[in-house]
């Protein structure tokens, strides 16, 4: 598939979730098992009978996690493979085209905003930013979802990865969101599978060989590792 985003110029595929979304799948259901992620969040900024937009929703795995709470779920994302995927994962839910520096919502009309690992790589950040504070209401969150550079199994594959050097070892984007008025809580929690091969899958779709490999190698009995998860959030009155 050609995907055409012309008019969003700032969607950029995501070589996991756009290249294999099955997998992808398996990785969220795997990740935070105990849902201290979504209770950081919820306990941050509530959503019961608010209106709340996963920004960069991928095949829209987590938009039915919300849909039973909020008032209203919005997915937005750029990719036409997942799009579809997204529109058709729950009744409750509306899905709209667009992009972290485009979203085509009214001023003021959102009360969370959800980023989970989706476009907020700093730098160069700002439009998008921008963007959400425009669509969220006064009192409203925007909260950034992404990895802990410095704790856990998972960390310590992330920072010999390419992926962490780009990132500047996490310290980057420490500075960039707390220039920003960001606050910044971390959730010690893990992946968990219930089989060896999805465990495995994940990993190598997630990091090239020559870590996955020696990874996996020294620990055979695992179905999971220690991930340590940081949420950014920035209060549209801080703003
Ligand atoms: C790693 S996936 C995560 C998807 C989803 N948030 C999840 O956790 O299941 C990153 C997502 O960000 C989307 N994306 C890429 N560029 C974007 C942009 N400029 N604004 C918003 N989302 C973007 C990708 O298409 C992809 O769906």
Redesign the pocket.
């Known amino acids: 598939m050609i995907l055409d985003a012309s008019d969003?110029p700032?969607?950029?595929?995501?070589a996991?979730?756009?290249e294999n979304a099955a997998l992808?799948e398996l990785e969220?259901q795997a990740l935070d098992p105990d849902g201290l992620v979504l209770a950081a969040m919820r306990a941050r900024a509530p959503w019961r009978g608010r209106t709340l937009v996963?920004?960069?929703?991928?095949?829209g795995?987590?938009l039915t996690r919300y849909a039973g709470e909020a008032g209203r779920v919005i997915g937005?994302?750029?990719?036409p493979r997942?799009l579809p995927l997204a529109a058709q994962r729950d009744p409750r839910v509306q899905v709209l085209r667009g992009?972290?520096?485009h979203i085509p919502l009214p001023d003021a009309s959102v009360d969370v905003i959800h980023a989970?690992?989706?476009?907020f790589f700093p730098p160069g950040c700002e439009a998008?930013l921008a963007e959400a504070m425009r669509v969220v209401r006064p009192g409203g969150t925007l909260i950034v979802i992404d990895n802990d550079l410095h704790h856990g199994e998972f960390a310590t594959l992330l920072r010999a990865s390419p992926w962490a050097a780009a990132q500047g070892g996490g310290s980057l984007a420490d500075a960039w969101w707390a220039e920003r008025g960001a606050d910044r809580q971390t959730v010690h929690s893990e992946w968990r599978f219930t089989r060896r091969d999805d465990l495995e899958a994940v990993l190598r779709m997630e990091f090239p060989a020559d870590l996955a490999d020696p990874w996996l190698a020294a620990h055979p009995e695992s179905l999971g590792l220690s991930y340590r998860y940081v949420l950014f959030a920035v209060d549209k009155a801080a703003w």
């Open positions: 969003l700032d969607f950029r595929p995501a996991n979730q756009g992808y969220n996963d920004l960069g929703c991928g095949s795995y987590w937005v994302e750029p990719d997942l992009s972290a520096e989970r690992f989706a476009y998008g």
